[in-house]
T-cell receptor, first 116, second 113 residues
């Protein structure tokens, strides 16, 4: 079974600083996908970034990048130049063993607070 | 706007009552899902439907049933609600190509008293 571990329950960061949110995963599948979602206080789940296990390069989406270290089973999210609007819960997730059609396994999340 | 629509957004039930949460997507996705989110937890998969006509249990299926009514609609039923089912419920759908992408509904906040 897949497992996602997010070891930072909460983080306080100064505005404009870079932020790294940690995520480690465990799976015996050779093919899998890794996701990061943002959940603001309004509650919706907002997709941020995706990394496939066979992707050669680390994924980037605007201010978001995923630091993928396959041997360490690590998929950290990096937010460059943080903004007040980045304050939210952040969840790391990975595809289940069926390749993705059978859903995602989520970590418990990191509550990020950006301070002015 | 294209996406996943859940109804209702809020619901209060008494213990033992039944209800059905509705979910519809208009993106022609094959796969649909129901998750629950409890305080301090990530989302946990209740049931999923990898394609029209199939449903399978996820991590926490006890106390729930699902119906994949057609390709667009996937409902979640609580036959006899319990306080432990107080949670926020999310429906989602996914597409596979070119890579897996999941779209989530806005959630249903359910309280069982």
């Amino acid at each position: 079974a897949q497992k996602i571990t997010q070891t930072q329950p909460g983080m306080f960061v100064q505005e404009k600083e870079a932020v790294t949110l940690d995520c480690t995963y465990d799976t015996s599948d050779p093919s899998y996908g890794l996701f990061w979602y943002k959940q603001p206080s309004s509650g919706e789940m907002i997709f941020l970034i995706y990394q496939g296990s066979y992707d050669q390069q680390n994924a980037t989406e605007g201010r978001y990048s995923l630091n993928f270290q396959k041997a360490r089973k690590s998929a950290n999210l990096v937010i460059s130049a943080s903004q007040l609007g980045d304050s939210a819960m952040y969840f790391c997730a990975m595809t289940n063993s069926g390749g993705g059609a059978d859903g995602l396994t989520f970590g418990k999340g990191t509550h990020l607070i950006i301070q002015p | 706007n294209a996406g996943v629509t859940q109804t209702p957004k809020f619901q209060v039930l008494k213990t033992g009552q039944s209800m059905t949460l509705q979910c519809a997507q208009d993106m022609n996705h094959n796969s649909m899902y129901w998750y629950r989110q409890d305080p301090g937890m990530g989302l946990r998969l209740i049931y999923y439907s990898a394609s029209e006509g199939t449903t399978d249990k996820g991590e926490v299926p006890n106390g729930y049933n699902v119906s994949r009514l057609n390709k667009r609609e996937f409902s979640l039923r609580l036959e006899s609600a319990a306080p432990s089912q107080t949670s926020v419920y999310f429906c989602a759908s996914s597409e596979e190509l070119p890579k897996f992408h999941y779209t989530f509904g806005s959630g249903t906040r359910l309280t069982v008293v």
